[in-house]
């Protein structure tokens, strides 16, 4: 019966996608035998290798926050005598007196100067998500970060001879050659993994990034402790070399997808492409720009995006300096125990994710209500953490341990907004995460500059309460808003029945002589 079996074809394959929503029965749609049975197929070495490339992405971005700490000449920036918070007067915590660095830099230029590499990382993320998807995603991603790291080396030449100014350019390039990581790793994982798999391998691809920021910053705190060249500026050569291997190996070993692989087996190719593809091929379609500014699911995404980028990155950033300046630490400790909420948050991320997948599948759920109940505890716990650690600073075990809690909640994220593109529109959801990603990072470049401005050399507990606060409410309010406005529902605006069916395809339907129904290209 090939009419019917067209049909089913067009059930299961609307868009040329087999979607995430209609996997129940995707074991019948694909020959058992056809399923790869090798234990590390190549589609979990490209896995491993975008989860690699995340690391590296964030420990570049990071690397700078624990370094300025030890660039900082801290007793010279407060005339003579470097400023630490001592409020807590029946507190006996010993000041660090760590050997201070060459620069004399305000706690408002340092909010500047970590600020620089965003200002790059912003502007690419639209452009490269529009090009990964003409021109294909590997070479942006792979050279993107090659550059990156390559200008590693450059860090400490800069911050000596070109000082603030040539910094900052150095960082801006950086942050350039970052721009690809996100929208083009959404891109290649499009291509490589089957929709019953992208749960998982999305969680573990995007995990990279607590995994980098889990490496960056204790290694970084021993390398500013003991390293050579002064200390600091060997956390850029250590990093850069890193980062150039693995940027040389992506480009190496690496492939575009599935069809242009010369050494992937033939089953597993088959099998991630018809679950992917299916036997119909169409045309993407035009996006639908009208429809998506209009959409209030996708302002529900982009408003929880950006509040989660202005807290993240406010902790991200700050924090190395408030364990310095409040708690105390030394910063040899300082990496490593600024480390921990990220290894936290690396653990939830995992955890919770197996939870949605659960809440989904056994149908106790919609998808809606999963997106939104994970995402209030990836947004509500870190904002409700740093109300209550601007209370407990003269404890610094407790609010270490409130922070910690704060941030593992966060993970909550990967499995909430973080994916939510793909329920919204499979076909255009690489292109609404360079758009969120973009306008998140905006305000997430935002962070370390008001934090700076706040602080200002005055780091009281009062003033970092602040700095907590505005984070907490923006947490709070973007993550409310989502609860509003958010969906779990494929919109309106995303439309299948609206692609051109490509000549191929229209040809084979043609001389089955079997009634077909056209899919005309909406004009």
Not at 89 to 116: A, H, M, T
Request: aromatic share 14%; with cysteine.
């Amino acid at each position: 019966m090939p009419f019917r079996r067209s049909k089913l074809n067009h059930r299961h394959h609307r868009d040329g996608h087999i979607l995430v929503w209609d996997q129940r029965n995707l074991h019948e749609s694909l020959d058992e035998q056809d399923t790869p049975k090798r234990c590390f197929a190549t589609r979990y070495f490209v896995t491993f290798m975008l989860f690699l490339g995340m690391a590296n992405a964030y420990v570049m971005r990071t690397n700078m926050s624990v370094a300025i700490v030890a660039m900082v000449n801290h007793t010279a920036v407060n005339e003579g005598n470097e400023v630490f918070d001592d409020e807590c007067g029946d507190r006996d915590i010993p000041v660090d007196n760590g050997q201070d660095g060459e620069f004399k830099w305000s706690s408002s230029l340092q909010g500047y100067i970590l600020s620089s590499f965003f200002y790059g990382y912003v502007i690419t993320q639209i452009p490269f998500g529009i090009l990964a998807k003409k021109f294909g995603a590997m070479r942006f991603l792979g050279y993107g970060m090659l550059i990156n790291s390559v200008f590693a080396f450059l860090v400490p030449v800069a911050a000596r001879e070109g000082g603030v100014w040539g910094l900052c350019a150095v960082r801006f390039i950086q942050g350039l050659g970052e721009g690809p990581i996100v929208p083009c790793t959404h891109a290649m994982l499009a291509k490589w993994i089957p929709p019953n798999e992208r749960s998982r391998m999305g969680a573990a691809v995007y995990a990279g990034a607590q995994f980098g920021t889990i490496i960056s910053m204790p290694l970084s705190g021993l390398l500013a402790e003991y390293g050579f060249d002064g200390g600091w500026p060997s956390i850029f050569y250590v990093f850069g070399v890193v980062g150039t291997v693995w940027s040389i190996a992506f480009l190496f070993f690496v492939h575009e997808d599935p069809s242009s692989h010369p050494t992937i087996d033939e089953r597993e190719k088959r099998y991630i492409n018809d679950a992917l593809w299916g036997a119909d091929v169409i045309k993407s379609p035009p996006i639908p720009f009208k429809a998506i500014a209009k959409s209030l699911p996708f302002y529900a995404i982009l408003l929880a995006h950006m509040g989660h980028n202005y807290g993240y990155e406010t902790l991200m950033t700050e924090l190395p300096t408030y364990m310095k300046q409040v708690l105390r630490f030394s910063l040899k400790s300082n990496g490593l125990l600024s480390s921990l909420p990220y290894l936290a948050m690396w653990l939830f991320s995992m955890f919770i994710s197996v939870i949605a997948d659960w809440m989904i599948s056994s149908k106790r759920f919609s998808l809606t209500a999963t997106r939104k109940l994970i995402n209030s505890i990836g947004q509500y716990g870190p904002g409700l953490a740093l109300i209550a650690a601007s209370y407990t600073g003269c404890d610094r075990a407790l609010t270490l341990a409130i922070l910690t809690i704060g941030v593992g909640l966060n993970g909550g994220i990967y499995s909430g907004f973080k994916i939510n593109h793909l329920d919204l529109t499979p076909r255009f959801a690489g292109f609404l995460m360079a758009i969120t990603n973009c306008l998140a990072n905006l305000a997430g470049l935002l962070a370390p500059i008001a934090a700076g401005n706040l602080i200002n050399n005055n780091p009281t507990m009062g003033q970092w309460q602040i700095v907590f606060f505005i984070a907490a409410f923006v947490y709070i309010i973007c993550g409310t808003f989502y609860n509003i406005f958010g969906s779990g529902e494929r919109q309106f605006w995303d439309q299948p029945e609206n692609d051109e069916q490509k000549p191929a395809l229209a040809a084979a339907d043609a001389n089955s002589n079997q009634p077909t129904r056209a899919i005309t290209a909406q004009q």
